[in-house]
């Protein structure tokens, strides 16, 4: 009200655009919203397409080049500004599925192991910038073929291995045969001698008396 009677009545008014929408106070600045920096930038709005996080912490048209591009959880890797050489392009975002809890990890809960670790095998991910690409292996003196997303088939051989339960050559010291009948990771101490011909006789875990 411009007229002279009316005092204290000034008001403040967002421009739209840049400010998203119409906003106003009286006798003091409007609440303006602007959509920031993530959608009008040229480089930091390949940021969210890309599939990472952006942020623009103060996104008045006056506050400029503080955007921020960053790794969705769980991966990381160092975060991308208005200032990083090679922008969103450079981007390196690395998530261990060993490690971290994910739907396409090798621990997919919060349960202190993961899927490896809980039968004692050794879980690997070969390429922490891919998913899905983990695998368990055996872990020594286990022997078996590394497992992608699965626990591998391990095996124990107690006549060739070296292992507390192991034969150690036991048997072929005493010109015997060693035999194990079950290479099960957790069937231990089943390992036997054979005498040779024409000696006859077998004993378990031990030199057999022919």
């Keep these: ?31 303006c919203e602007y959509p920031g920096e993530c959608t009008t930038d040229n480089e930091a709005k390949k940021c969210a397409p890309a599939g990472y996080i952006c942020d623009d912490p103060n996104t008045d048209p006056s506050s400029v080049g503080d955007w921020v591009c960053s790794c969705p959880p769980p991966s990381s890797g160092p975060n991308v500004t208005a200032t990083t050489p090679g922008g969103v392009a450079s981007m390196k975002c690395e998530t261990d599925e060993c ?16 899927l490896c670790e809980s039968v004692g095998q050794v879980c690997e991910d070969p390429d922490k910038t891919k998913h899905g690409d983990w695998v ?3 872990p020594s003196p286990w022997t078996g073929t590394p497992t992608p997303l699965a626990a ?4 124990l051989d107690e006549c060739v291995a070296d292992c507390p339960t192991c034969s150690k050559k036991t048997c072929e010291n005493a010109g015997q045969t060693c035999n194990d009948p079950n290479t ?3 069937s231990l101490s089943d390992w036997t001698c054979t005498c040779a011909p024409p000696g006859v ?4 875990a031990k030199a057999a008396v022919c």
């Design 1 to 31: 009200n411009p007229t002279l009677g009316s005092r204290n009545d000034w008001e403040c008014h967002c421009v739209v655009p840049p400010a998203v929408k119409a906003a106003s106070a009286v006798m003091k600045p409007a609440a």
């Design 99 to 114: 490690v971290v809890v994910c739907p396409t990890c090798a621990q997919t809960t919060a349960s202190p192991t993961n």
């Design 136 to 138: 368990c292996k055996c």
């Design 152 to 155: 591998a088939n391990c095996t």
């Design 184 to 186: 099960g990771v957790h």
């Design 201 to 204: 006789g077998s004993a378990t």
